[in-house]
Structure formats: structure tokens, C-alpha cells
């Protein structure tokens, strides 16, 4: 049976441990170290044979829900110029079970120069990798003669926080449309 040894060294702010150990081929391994704690120290045998080696969900195949603002500017272009903003709700299902596995829409009204027009995004992407969501979102708009689908990405920032955006044109003749959307969202 071969046996593999290993030495481990861990500090802490309590003191210093070594440990020292062999795993054989089963799998089956037997530590005995010493801990050094304020000048005392401690000898024994560690049984780790009964270890949960197991791995921890992370949340990677769970459901997410992040929420949160989705700011819109809005450019309609023709004999006038015109520009507007507004704000919306935007909640984003990460679910690996759905098809397609991240979703979501918003929808909000031009306060200004645009007011009554509506703008809504349905956003709509592949599982995240390495914290990066890339997807594409369709927007409708009152002038637009269909919806347009855009590119749309977000990136994690740690602690539960996601930042994403979007933008896109239209044009026909004179007449056009430029939108850009910006979103902070944290997880639910």
C-alpha cells in the first residue's frame, strides 16, 4: 500500500500548528501535530477518515435574484431634438432550471421633453461566467416600427453587487432613436 505524506503549517493569531500526515491509496488519512498557544503546547492525533470532503454550493447552481435601478437616457432624433431619462425597477432570475437561464424587464416613462413615451427592456441571457453576464435585451420603443434587440452585459462586484449596461440606435431617413441604460443591482 503506498502511503503519501504531507506537512501543513498553519498560523493564526492564537499561535503557531504543524501538522504532519500520510494518506494511504483508500483514501484514509492520520495527522498528529502540535499547537503552540501563548508558550503551551498541545501534541495529539488528529482522525480525519471521517472528514465531509464534500464541496460547498456556492450558490452557482442555486436561483439568484438581483434587484434593483435601471437608469434610462433617451435620444429621439429628427426636425427636433429631443432627450429624456427615466428610472425603473430592473430584477434579473439567474436560474440555471429556466430557459433562457438569466431574465428580466423593466419598463419606466420619460418624465420630460418625451413624457408620456414608455420604454421597455427585456433582458434575457446565458448562465454568468466568472461573474461576467452577457446577453441580449429588446427594446420597444413608440417610434421604433419593431423591437430591437441590443447586447447587453453586467459584471459582479463582489458582495453581492452586479453592474451592468446597454445601449443601442435606430434610424430610418431623418428620424432615429439612441438609448443608453445603466443598472446597479444587489442580490435579493
Known sequence: MQRA??????IACSGDKTETGTTDASGTTETSGTTETSGTTETG??????????TTDTGAGAMQVFSGTLSVSVEELGFVFWSDACDALLTLLV????????SGVAQCTMVNDLAPDTIRM???GPMPVKGIYTGTVEVQYPILPAPQVEPWSARELGAGALEGTTSGSWSAGSAGLN???R?????E
Open 183 to 187: 443598472f446597479d443591482l444587489t442580490l
Open 45 to 54: 492525533v488528529i482522525d480525519t477518515s471521517t472528514t465531509d470532503t464534500s
Open 95 to 102: 436560474d440555471p432550471a429556466n430557459d433562457p437561464p438569466v
Open 122 to 124: 427585456t433582458f434575457e
Open 179 to 181: 438609448w443608453d441604460a
Open 5 to 10: 505524506s504531507f506537512v501543513f503549517w498553519l
